[in-house]
Each structure stands twice: as structure tokens, then as C-alpha cells.
């Protein structure tokens, strides 16, 4: 059975500071991990992974995926109010154009205080 | 572009009823997708369609859940009877699904159910 495991499962800092949030998986046939942001609404894809080392970046967001150690890491500098929200992890299968449903870790509450 | 579009947004229901989520895909989205999302949780796959078919419900309750997408467009997820665990957020999402290339999942807004 696929698996994913983020940490921590909550986190609260104070704004300006750096975050990582981490994600472990297993998952069979591994073709891409991705992230979302979900802020009491639909999950919002931040960034999606399918090579190894290759660092993503959009403004103060940043991911890199390990596919030797199965794990993924999203850093966020500088943090402010307006990134608090739950971070999601998901992992999609190769499908060959079959099934491709993602599964999820539980995610992390990030927290940001003024 | 339009986004994915779910309705209603929050349901509340007694155990045993009915109920039925409806969800219009991002036009020119082949694939969709969807999910239950337990409070706490992270979204759980339920069933997926590649236009009209069912390409995986190995993890929806057959006994009670069905969903349909009869034209390749809509679709819409029945609960029949609801239990108290079903309580939960139920994500639509599409996806354009290029051969070459696995494409991200966009998700609509959610349906909140509430069974008592």
C-alpha cells in the first residue's frame, strides 16, 4: 500500500522566518510528488517533482525531491500571515494511462504569528 | 479559465438519508477525480474517470457510494444511506492528462457534508 509521511504534523513560527516541511513516501511505480497549499478551501498546487535534485522555486517557496531517499522537502523563507494554511504532500503513480489518483499524507498546519 | 465547480457547497444530512454531490470539470479536462477528506486527514482517492469510464474505485464503499460521469463532462457522487462516518469534505478535481507527461490535479472548492 502506498504511504505518505509528513512532518511535522503542526508547526507555528513568527513571521520572517524559515520553514522546511518535510515528506517521506513509498509508493510503488513513482512517477511525481507533488505539493499543494490548502487554506480552508480546495488544495492549491504549489509544485510538482519527478526528477531527482532539481530544486523548484516560486518567490519565497522552494522544493527538492530525493528519489534515493524517497523524500521531499518545501522550504519557505521570509514567512508571513498569509502563508499559514495546511501544506499537503502527494505522491502520483506512473500509469501508463491508467490510474493516477494521488495519495496524501496527512499534512502540515503551518502557523504563522505575527 | 473557469475552475472546477462543485455544488452544494455544505450539506447536512441524518444518518441513513441520501445524498448527491455534483461536479463540472475544468472544460477540456479528460480525467476527474474524487476525493474524501476526513477532518485531520488528507484527501483519500475514492474513484476516477478517464472521460465516461471508470479507470479505479478500489477504494470506494460500493455498497453505498456510486458516481457517474454519463457524457464524459459532469459528474456527480450519490451516498446512499449515509453513516456517521461519512462525514467529510468530498473534492472533485480534473486533469488534462497529456500523454507525455503526468499534469497536476486542479480541485474545486469541496462540498462540506455533515451527517447527524
Known amino acids: 500500500e502506498d504511504k505518505v509521511v509528513q512532518s511535522p504534523l503542526s508547526l507555528v513560527v513568527h513571521e520572517g522566518d524559515t520553514v522546511t516541511l518535510n515528506c517521506s513516501y513509498e509508493?510503488?511505480?513513482?512517477?511525481?510528488l507533488l505539493w499543494y497549499k490548502q487554506e480552508k478551501k480546495a488544495p492549491t498546487f504549489l509544485f510538482m517533482l519527478t526528477s531527482s535534485g532539481i530544486e523548484k522555486k516560486s518567490g519565497r517557496l522552494s522544493s527538492i525531491l530525493d528519489k534515493k531517499e524517497l523524500f521531499s522537502i518545501l522550504n519557505i523563507t521570509a514567512t508571513q500571515t498569509g502563508d499559514s494554511a495546511v501544506y499537503l504532500c502527494a505522491v502520483g503513480p506512473y500509469s501508463g494511462g491508467g490510474a493516477d489518483g494521488l495519495t496524501f499524507g496527512k499534512g502540515t498546519h503551518l502557523i504563522i504569528q505575527p | 479559465e473557469a475552475g472546477v465547480a462543485q455544488s452544494p457547497r455544505y450539506k447536512i444530512i441524518e444518518k441513513r438519508q441520501s445524498v448527491a454531490f455534483w461536479c463540472n470539470p475544468i472544460s477540456g479536462h479528460a480525467t476527474l477525480y474524487w476525493y474524501q477528506q476526513i477532518l485531520g486527514q488528507g484527501p483519500k482517492l475514492l474513484i476516477q474517470f478517464q472521460n465516461n469510464g471508470v479507470v479505479d474505485d478500489s477504494q470506494l464503499p460500493k455498497d453505498r457510494f456510486s458516481a457517474e460521469r454519463l457524457k464524459g463532462v459532469d459528474s456527480t457522487l450519490k451516498i446512499q444511506p449515509a453513516k456517521l462516518e461519512d462525514s467529510a469534505v468530498y473534492l472533485c478535481?480534473?486533469?488534462?492528462?497529456?500523454?507525455?507527461?503526468?499534469?497536476?490535479?486542479?480541485f474545486g472548492p469541496g462540498t462540506r457534508l455533515t451527517v447527524l
Open positions: 509508493v510503488t511505480n513513482f512517477r511525481s
Open positions: 478535481a480534473s486533469s488534462l492528462r497529456r500523454v507525455s507527461s503526468y499534469n497536476e490535479q486542479f
